[in-house]
């Protein structure tokens, strides 16, 4: 059963305020499905890394490494800098 979080009212123009129900988000796709108006939040993500979400491998390497790293499974490997490409 879903879960009633307030009722509110749309104002003269129709709108409704969502408030801190919005915290996080970007965009909604709105349907419509038996009478029920239904909002799915959406978070958009940089182009730059749109690969990453579509390379399933990478991501839960990523993923996996995020893991260990809170978990304080990792070990220091000093600074990368010099092998940074300042061109970028």
Do not use: C
């Amino acid at each position: 059963m879903p879960l009633t979080l307030k009722k509110v009212r749309p104002d003269a123009k129709g709108r409704i305020v969502l408030g801190a129900l919005t915290e996080g988000v970007s965009s909604y796709t709105i349907t419509k499905d038996h009478g029920r108006i239904i909002l799915e939040p959406n978070v958009e993500i940089p182009a730059s890394e749109k690969w990453l979400w579509e390379n399933k491998t990478a991501l839960q390497q990523v993923t996996n490494g995020l893991k260990d790293s809170a978990a304080s499974r990792t070990k220091s490997r000093g600074s990368f800098a010099k092998f940074m490409d300042d061109e970028e």
